[in-house]
C-alpha cells in the first residue's frame, strides 16, 4: 500500500461519498476511484459497497480504517520530525568533554539544550585527556569538544569558555600551606603528582616548563588518572600538583591548600572546539546556547578563533 492510496481511501471511507472525497482531495472523481480500485485489487478484497444510490464499507473496509489512519499520522510524524532536523530544530549533538572541572559546564548545557531545543539531544562523552576529545572532533565522532587546549589545528574552530590562572596544590601540613602565592623556585625538590603525559597535555608542559625555569627537573613521583584522584594523592601527602583555578573552586578537601603560582605569564584557556565545515543542523542551536550559558554573552559566535 502507498501513503496516496491509503489517503484517497480514508477519504472515500469517511465521506462515504466519492464526489466529496474528489473535492476534499482537490482532485477530479475519476483518479479517485481509479486508485480505490487498485487498492482493492492489491489487497484482493472489496474496501466498498458501491450503488448508483450509495456508498457502503465492507467488513475488510472497516477493518482497514484503523490501520489507515494509524499510518498516515505515523508518516506525518516522520514528516515533521524530518522538516524540524534540517530546520536543526531536532537531532543529536555529540559533545565530548575531558577534565572533572568540566563537568558542571556540560551538565548546565545540557540542561538549558533540553529546555530550549526539546527536539535535540545531547549526548555527553567523557575522555581521560583533552587531546584525544579535539581528535575525535577532527574525525567526525563528535560534534563539539571541551577541553584545555594551547592551540588547535586548522579547520576547527574554537572559542574559550574560561580563562584561568595555574594554582599549586599542596598537602594541607606542607611548609608552604600557609601562604596565598608560591614561585616556583620554592618548590625546588619536592615531589609532585601530575597528569600521565601525552602530547598536548597544557598541564604537564607548564609543570615542566615552570620547573626548567625555576632552575630543576620536576620529581614526579605518581600519575594521576584525572584532577580528582590528582587532589586526593595531595590530601595524602604524596606530593604537590599543579592545577587551574576552577578545580581549586570545586574541590573542599580540607586536607589540600592552593596557592597562586606567581611565575605563570600565559593563562590556561578552556575552549569549545567544533569542525568549521560541520553539516549536522542540529550544531549551530547548540554553539548558540553554549556562547550564552558558558561565555556569558548572547551574541552570535562572530567572534570565534579559527
Known sequence: MEIQQIRVFLAVAEELHFGRAAARLHMAQPPVSRIVRQLERDLGVDLFIRSTRSVQLTAAGVALMASAREILAAAERARAGALAAGRGEAGMVKLAYAGA????????LAREVRKAHP?????????????????????????????????VPAGIKSRIVVEEHLVMAVPASHRLA???????????????????????SVLTDRLRRLSLGAGFDPDIVQSAPDSWTAMALVGAEVGCSLTVSSVAENVTDPHVRFLRVLDETLPVYLRMAWRGDSDNPALPPVLTLAEQVWVGRPDSLAGVES
Not at 568540566?102 to 551538565?107: I, K, Y
Not at 569538544?145 to 594551547?150: I, N
Request: hydrophobic share 45%; no cysteine; net charge negative.
Open 178 to 200: 600557609s601562604q596565598g602565592d608560591v614561585r616556583f623556585a620554592e618548590l625546588a625538590g619536592e615531589p609532585f603528582v601530575a597528569l600521565p603525559p601525552h602530547e598536548g
Open 101 to 108: 572541572s568540566t563537568h558542571v559546564l556540560v551538565g548546565v
Open 119 to 151: 527536539g535535540i539531544e545531547v549526548r555527553l562523552n567523557s575522555q581521560d585527556f583533552a587531546l584525544p576529545a579535539l581528535a575525535r572532533v577532527l574525525r567526525g565522532e563528535v560534534d563539539i569538544s571541551l577541553g584545555r587546549w594551547d592551540f
